[in-house]
């Protein structure tokens, strides 16, 4: 796993970096079908601790990049922008009472949602492996951003 | 009208709310304001400012506090930019008129009289609205008649505090004993024999999330003719660790709190602060708000924005602290 000022990034994960879209998610395929998505420790990082999170409903379709649940912190209420178009299957219900597990844990019990996706071909859009890192270290570079 | 899907509102609530929405219509009309002040990033759904910030807080002692009450613990001034010397001040007000930001807040930490001293200050407080042209608002602790007579002199915009309704509050969350409501009041008599614009701010359960002086805070405030009102309601993770684990007051509670001030001050703006617990509680509170006729919401929930519309009232949206609501706003 690389580690670029204190933030971890998983290189067996996939991501969707784009700055200009808020856009700093990872995708995990859980291989049924559906994939897992969340917040890379570089967003949690920016957010600050988490105070809210309210996922939309299972069962909604998203778009690639609209949003999948809203966050909140002291300084910073936005959208998570799903990394994937498709349907809601599942919501972090331990996510509700304890919304700092997204900062605490992002690749693991502060995961987001799980989504069925409805357009296969958009996994292709994703980054992955060394070009994953290179984004987000840009990012953290850019931004200054130290985890941890 | 649509709202989030498990979110359910008490239908009597709302019919005993109506009143509040009949003095909003007959005094203000159909104007709502929404506020979206810069020390946030603020984007859900429906509402979203996409133009840098222009209302920024400044905090004079940076994050500390002396008084550290229970409710805070001085978290509120982690987000403001900090000046703690009057050169700073100065300096830190130009950078910001250089990027564009019109208006700040200043306030700080309070020492253990609940005062936030900003005597050392007020030359350079002068200097950011005389020769920067900034609108200048003070978000203050206590005041004497001194310290009003120098935030005139310093020509300040509004003058901003809270007002405690109960002594057990002041005594037990701000660990001040020793002083009563005859100090908050005597705080806004200072404020108004000086000629300023008040602002008092009430927070709702700040009695450990229980409703308990905020009724009588309203009543005091109302007797002083105040520029605005703004309701806030406390948000526990923001407190101490015991503070953590006690819920805020319920939506419904707050609602009443809420409706009371509009009836209490029927031709005075009344809004939502940006303070207040998140998630489907701040939805169901802010839909509260807005039958019982408050006049803005700052950093409305999701959806918030939407039904106003359906409602037919005209929103307004404002990079403005809520606080200048009486005044022109910047959209």
Redesign the interface.
Request: overall charge negative; aromatic content about 28%; cysteine-free.
């Given at each position: 796993m690389a580690v670029v000022n204190g933030c971890n990034i998983p290189e067996d994960l996939l991501y969707d970096v784009d700055p200009e879209a808020n856009a700093f998610t990872w995708a995990k395929d859980n291989g049924d079908g559906t994939f897992t998505i969340g917040l890379t420790s570089v967003a949690a990082a920016m957010a600050g601790r988490l105070v809210a999170y309210t996922p939309k409903k299972v069962g909604k379709t998203v778009d690639r990049r609209k949003s999948v649940a809203t966050i909140e912190s002291g300084k910073w209420v936005g959208p998570v922008p799903s990394p994937l178009t498709g349907e809601i299957v599942e919501i972090n219900e331990a996510l509700k009472g304890n919304p700092a597990l997204v900062n605490d844990d992002p690749y693991g019990a502060g995961w987001i949602a799980k989504i069925k996706p409805s357009n296969p071909d958009e996994v292709n859009l994703l980054l992955k492996g060394q070009a994953a890192v290179e984004a987000l270290t840009k990012v953290i570079n850019e931004k200054g951003i130290k985890c941890g | 009208m649509s709202f989030?899907?498990g979110v359910s509102l008490d239908h009597t609530l709302l019919e005993e709310l109506k009143e509040g929405f009949e003095i909003r219509k007959k005094f203000f009309g159909d104007t709502i304001y929404f506020h979206s002040p810069g020390?946030?990033?603020?984007?859900?759904?429906d509402f979203k400012v996409s133009s840098g910030p222009k209302f920024v807080d400044i905090s004079i002692t940076g994050r500390h506090c002396e008084l550290m009450c229970d409710h805070c613990a001085s978290?509120i001034l982690?987000?403001m930019i900090p000046a703690t010397t009057p050169e700073e001040l100065i300096r830190v007000g130009e950078e910001l008129k250089k990027k564009g930001i019109q208006g700040v807040l200043i306030s700080g930490g309070s020492n253990k009289d609940g005062v936030v001293e900003l005597m050392p200050f007020l030359k350079a407080m002068r200097y950011l609205k005389e020769e920067l042209g900034m609108i200048l608002t003070c978000h203050v602790g206590l005041v004497d008649k001194e310290l009003a007579e120098g935030l005139k002199e310093a020509q300040v915009d509004a003058v901003l505090l809270d007002i405690i309704g109960d002594d057990r509050t002041i005594a037990e969350v701000y660990k001040m004993p020793h002083k009563s409501v005859k100090d908050y009041e005597a705080s806004l008599r200072n404020l108004k024999d000086c000629g300023h614009n008040i602002v008092p701010h009430v927070i709702i359960g700040l009695h450990y999330g229980k409703i308990l002086g905020e009724y009588r805070a309203i009543d005091l405030i109302s007797d002083f003719e105040p520029s605005a009102l703004v309701l806030v309601v406390v948000?526990p993770?923001?407190g101490k660790a015991k503070f953590q684990l006690l819920p805020p007051p319920k939506a419904e509670d707050s609602a009443r709190v809420i409706l009371h001030a509009r009836k209490k001050l029927p031709t005075t703006h009344v809004v939502i602060g940006c303070a207040r617990p998140?998630?489907?509680e701040?939805f169901k509170l802010d839909v509260y708000a807005l039958h019982a006729g408050v006049n803005g919401i700052t950093?409305p929930a999701?959806g918030v924005f939407s039904y106003a519309k359906e409602m037919g009232l005209k929103p307004i949206v404002s990079q403005n602290c809520c606080s200048t609501v009486f005044m022109p706003q910047w959209s």
């Open positions: - | 989030p899907e020390f946030k990033h603020y984007e859900v759904d978290k982690w987000h948000m993770y923001y998140a998630g489907e701040r950093f999701e």
